[in-house]
């Protein structure tokens, strides 16, 4: 019940929130949003039915061209544009899914990494579809007159709505029939086919699903930013959208939507951190020539990801479930336990 | 087909054996850390980078002569390597495949934006002591530079498998490979075995690296595309055969060359992808590799 509450409230803070804020924050509150959509897929991919994606970031760019592309040849409505980027993302999802099925562990890696490099190359050579290292342009969609919305508070709409949506279908379908299955499947492919979970149909569902949410994301920062260039999916972009995930907790919704925030967040903050780090590193008598301590974001990144995984391997949300059982251990004896069983008392 | 044709062909295939031979090196290095300790290395041509900068370092900051500089790099590779499979490495030993490709993860970003920010993302020129210039070889023109990469590479190839072979400690190694329980039973180290099998795989990328700068430029990402073709290399040997990942890394070398000389430049870069893809679906062990039968 009070998490019932507590649900409500912030979901109502959330809509409300891009009326107060300003345009920098709306623009990083729609990218929270995109991230956690993509973190949810990427997550039923790895941490539901356990199969690494080091590719996503293809997926990514797959949606975002996908939507732009009929965006500009078609002249579709937005939603309908973003809905044809994740379907994109998806049947190239469903095509990888099924050579996957042979593969484990550090195969399926390297195959997945190969994917996400081999991507932003194709952009860069079909210059005539995705307009080559120049990249597209598109329209962003126009606030419904009469609302009294600006630009940006619409597009933060958007992106918050689609990823409430995305939530609540992810929470439904991880305790539905399919999840339970890929959960099974991830825990012993042996054991879950014996009892009838066909191996093929849910792994192949689980990447094609996967790449409809990375998709849709895709084609929601497409219109976010209203310009799209393949340097914004490289292989780094993988490697963040794996990083979020284990971050924030596999197989985890929760964990999919603190993993998004900190990996949004996280560099607004360092800039900050990587001047400092650089200015303590000169105190030592380490100057470096390269000078621009922008790209120490990557280095933070990768301490987090192995502090994370030495660690703290559940992610953030385990620190939540560890202090619950700590609570539950140590804390004050519930009176509870006397109300269950009355005929003790009596 | 002409003669002349023939000729370019074999041209292009001697040019794909010099770059091959460095794949070769660089999928080597895989396969040692992959055969002893289950783990791919995502970071290993991060490393060989990092290692690179650090001769030109060396060479261009300290004056160090070629030689000296070359014997200190392989000396900090091999306990870069070292060093790393002890810290980092061994604690996520037990864990899931994925905390592991995590963890290499993790290292390839930190080595590849800590050497931008040292050394910068403008390309460097890396002296090599053989520079440019041909020579005539039944009627090829073979670059020198091609050459020696070539020679390097096959010399320490030879190297490598004799001290696999014919040395105790090589021995050691490939009993840990073979069956880690077995090997701590008869008093294998088999903890030091593991960050020595690391220290090695460093040294062999780092000699990747120092050969393949003079050809593709000094740059945080330089190994990008080379770690890719390693892979396509050690998959299509098979990630459990040194042997393989010889061949697979040449093969790839000189199918990449033939196909950029025969079809497009600009289709080599998905060729990677579709070749890995290709021999995992149609043959998963590889050429040379192995099938282990698990027990369930």
């Known amino acids: 019940m009070v998490g019932r509450i507590l649900l409500t409230v912030l979901v109502i803070c959330l809509l409300t929130a891009p009326l107060f804020i300003n345009q920098f924050a709306n623009f990083v509150l729609s990218r929270m949003a995109i991230y956690t959509v993509v973190a949810l897929g990427l997550n039923l991919l790895t941490g539901y039915s356990g199969q690494i994606s080091l590719g996503h970031g293809a997926f990514f760019a797959i949606g975002a061209y996908g939507a732009a592309i009929v965006a500009n040849r078609l002249g579709l409505p937005w939603p309908l544009c973003i809905l044809t980027g994740g379907l994109a993302a998806g049947l190239a999802g469903y095509l990888l899914g099924w050579p996957s099925l042979r593969l484990t562990g550090p195969y399926l890696a390297i195959a997945t990494l190969a994917l996400a490099v081999a991507v932003p190359q194709a952009l860069l050579k079909f210059e005539d579809l995705t307009g080559g290292v120049q990249g597209l342009k598109l329209s962003q969609p126009q606030p419904p007159l009469g609302l009294g919305l600006a630009q940006d508070q619409w597009l933060a709409y958007i992106c918050l709505v689609t990823a409430m949506i995305m939530v609540w279908l992810t929470v439904n379908l991880v305790r539905s029939r399919i999840g339970r299955a890929l959960i099974a499947l991830r825990d012993s492919e042996i054991a879950a086919q014996a009892v009838g979970v066909s191996l093929a149909r849910f792994k192949t569902l689980a990447f094609a699903t996967s790449a409809f949410y990375t998709g849709l994301a895709g084609g929601l920062l497409a219109y976010l930013l209203g310009y799209i260039a393949p340097d914004a999916f490289t292989l780094v972009v993988s490697i963040e959208f794996l990083t979020m995930v284990v971050i924030g907790g596999l197989a985890s919704v929760a964990g999919s939507i603190i993993g998004a925030a900190i990996i949004v967040v996280l560099p607004l903050l360092s800039s900050n951190l990587t001047d400092y780090l650089a200015r303590l590193l000169n105190l030592v008598g380490l100057s470096a020539i390269g000078a621009t301590t922008k790209g120490l974001i990557w280095a933070i990144y990768g301490v987090i990801l192995i502090l994370v995984m030495v660690f703290l391997p559940g992610g953030l949300v385990s620190l939540y479930h560890k202090a619950k059982n700590l609570w539950a251990r140590t804390g004050p004896v519930k009176k509870a336990g006397a109300g269950d069983r009355p005929g003790e008392r009596g | 087909m002409t003669e002349g044709q023939l000729l370019s062909l074999a041209q292009q295939v001697v040019s794909g054996l010099s770059a091959g031979s460095i794949y070769a090196l660089l999928a080597l290095a895989l396969v040692l850390i992959y055969q002893s300790t289950d783990v791919v290395n995502f970071a290993q041509g991060e490393m060989a980078m990092f290692t690179t900068f650090i001769a030109y370092t060396l060479l261009t900051w300290y004056g160090v002569p070629f030689l000296p500089a070359v014997a200190l790099t392989l000396v900090f590779a091999f306990l870069l390597g070292y060093l790393v499979e002890r810290v980092v490495v061994r604690p996520v030993e037990e864990a899931p495949v994925l905390s592991v490709v995590i963890v290499t993860l993790g290292l390839y970003s930190i080595f590849n934006s800590v050497a931008g920010w040292v050394w910068g993302y403008v390309p460097k020129g890396f002296p090599s002591p053989i520079s440019g210039g041909t020579v005539w070889f039944l009627g090829l023109t073979v670059g020198l530079l091609d050459l020696w990469i070539l020679g390097c590479g096959l010399v320490i190839m030879v190297l490598l498998h004799l001290f696999l072979r014919r040395t105790t400690l090589g021995t050691a190694m ?57 892979f396509a290399g050690a998959v299509l040997g098979g990630l459990s055969s040194p042997f393989g990942a010889i061949a697979g890394g040449l093969l790839v070398g000189v199918i990449e060359n033939l196909l950029g000389a025969l079809v497009a430049t600009e289709l080599k870069s998905g060729l990677a992808f579709f070749m890995i893809l290709a021999v995992l679906v149609v043959r998963p062990q590889g050429l040379f590799g192995t099938v282990h039968r698990r027990k369930v």
Do not use: C, D, Q
């Open chain 2, 174 to 230: 490939r009993a840990v490979a073979h069956n880690r329980t077995a090997a701590r039973l008869v008093g294998i180290p088999v903890g030091r075995m593991l960050s020595l099998g690391w220290g090695f795989s460093a040294m062999l990328g780092a000699i990747a690296g120092m050969l393949a700068a003079p050809k593709i430029f000094l740059e945080p990402n330089m190994m990008a595309g080379v770690l890719l073709y390693a």
